[in-house]
């Protein structure tokens, strides 16, 4: 079989340690050290949102780096049956036990602050190219309150693409969501 070097090649990596979790969100996601002693930010499947939210978040940000974004390198991360023994916190260890198995990552980029459009400047081609993908997506989490893009090395990344297809949640009446508007762009940043 022929292999094209273009095509999506997702690593999976085994998460050896819990760094911290990260309380922003509904999903409780984590800091966390895996195996290749790179960092994580790391979706659990166990997480209220559930695996969609995974999906979502691979095909959203996997479409944006097709599109030349910047997106995080996005892993397929495994947490072995025993890793959550030792948290103390019921309610993180709980999320553990529930996310056995694989899960998804995406590389920590470390030192980056969250974009603020009132202290940072931002082509007005690449907002409206955001503002375009997040309307290909159906992603309603990028907003004011909500940026979910993030400055690094001085370069704009997209981050946090979980809620966008929302229409997979629901898939009653798939046709006539795909003839609707995008309504919630309003909200957009």
Known sequence: MHTDSSQLQIRTVEITRYVTPLREGGSLPAIVE????????????????GIKALIAELIGGEIARALGFRVPEIVFANIDEAFGRTEPDEEIQDLLKASTGLNLGLHYLSGSVTFDPA???VDALLASQIVWLD??????????RNTNMLW????????????????????QNWKDQAMRPFVLIKDHV
């Open 34 to 49: 895996a195996a290749d002693d790179f960092l994580y930010v790391l979706k659990f499947r166990g997480a209220g949102q």
């Open 119 to 121: 202290v940072t400047a």
């Open 135 to 144: 309307c290909l997506l159906t992603n309603m989490d990028r907003t004011v």
């Open 152 to 171: 690094w090395h001085k370069e704009l990344w997209l981050i946090d693409h979980g809620a966008c297809l929302y229409f997979h949640h629901n898939w």
